[in-house]
């Protein structure tokens, strides 16, 4: 079974705070993203990488950071953190095998930013 | 136009009702079709994967596909209150395209 783990399932943090939000996978995926995921809005992709040490932004990429040093673990930070950053964030995982465009999710960690 | 329409509901039925959620889009290059559910205070999970149209049986769960309609559809037969859970319904044009697009998930609730 495909395993996307993320570091924390809540957190509570600053405005202006940096903030770090780890996920890693355990399927050897070359693909990873990260969704934000708001009532009313759905699902919003902020950044995916295809690769270590490559990314690219996705629809709603500003005041956030992404990193990917190693295949399994994808990092998204908050460089100064917002009141109106406070979501749900959801990182997942595809494979360029079939079907590539599966993505698997992680449970979430729920931000509240004060 | 929005690329993937999903009424939100709610939707609210009684146990052993068969329920039928839909998604409509607008972006033809779509190929790839994909239903997800998701427990509250979850992350999405995957539960039906369909390539191109027509239908697509897994228990008590069909998918169905149209794509001249640009119409897929989820039918759930003998629901349960354990089926109680946002549905989110999403595709992709395939390829080196890596980016899903979904609708905006709709709540349902099946009450004993």
């Known amino acids: 079974d495909v395993k996307v783990t993320q570091s924390s399932r809540y957190l509570v943090k600053r405005t202006g705070e940096k903030v770090f939000l780890e996920c890693v996978q355990d399927?050897?995926?070359?693909?990873m993203f990260w969704y934000r995921q708001d009532p009313g809005l759905g699902l919003r992709l902020i950044y995916f990488?295809?690769?270590?040490?490559?990314?690219e932004k996705g629809d709603i990429p500003e005041g956030y950071s992404v990193s990917r040093e190693k295949k399994e673990r994808f990092s998204l930070i908050l460089e100064s953190a917002s009141t109106n950053q406070t979501s749900m964030y959801l990182c997942?995982?595809?494979?360029?095998?079939?079907?590539?465009?599966?993505?698997?999710f992680g449970p979430g960690t729920r931000l509240l930013v004060l | 136009q929005k690329e993937v329409e999903q009424d939100p509901g709610p939707l609210s039925v009684p146990e052993g009702a068969i329920v039928s959620l839909n998604c409509t889009y607008s972006?033809?290059?779509?190929?790839?079709f994909m239903w997800y559910r998701q427990y509250s205070r979850k992350g999405p999970e995957l539960l039906m994967y369909?390539?191109?149209?027509g239908n697509k049986e897994d228990g008590r769960f069909t998918a169905q596909v149209d794509k001249s309609s640009k119409y897929i559809s989820l039918f759930i037969r003998d629901s349960q209150p354990s089926d109680s859970a946002t549905y989110l319904c999403?595709?992709?044009?395939?390829?080196?395209?890596?980016?899903?697009?979904f609708g905006k998930g709709t709540l349902l609730t099946v009450n004993p």
């Open positions: 997942a995982s595809s494979s360029l095998g079939r079907p590539q465009e599966t993505q698997y």
């Open positions: 399927m050897d995926h070359e693909n």
């Open positions: 990488s295809y690769d270590v040490k490559m990314k």
């Open positions: 972006n033809s290059a779509f190929q790839y």
């Open positions: 369909t390539y191109s149209s």
């Open positions: 999403a595709m992709i044009s395939g390829g080196s395209n890596y980016k899903l697009t």
